[in-house]
């Protein structure tokens, strides 16, 4: 496969990053965790935590995009 260049990817993953940490925000709301989400930062009482580049869910989409295309043909 031909790689995604940089500009690209960074467009692509970065907001899959918001969607991953508000997923992981609203189930620490629905377990009465204390927390605070600024971008892709989850902010816990002991530790922070930040979705990385690899938790984006890029190279699902990726592999998704792929069987469907070979679907579709």
Do not use: H
Not at 31 to 55: H, K, S, T, Y
Not at 63 to 70: D, E, F, G, M, N
């Amino acid at each position: 496969m031909i790689p995604i260049p940089a500009i690209v990817f960074n467009q692509i993953t970065f907001p899959l990053q918001l969607l991953a940490s508000k997923v992981a925000s609203t189930t620490c709301r629905g377990w009465a965790c204390q927390f605070l989400r600024e971008g892709n930062v989850i902010i816990l009482p002991a530790m922070a935590l930040e979705v990385a580049d690899a938790c984006s869910g890029i190279r699902s989409l990726m592999s998704l995009a792929t069987l469907a295309v070979i679907y579709v043909i």
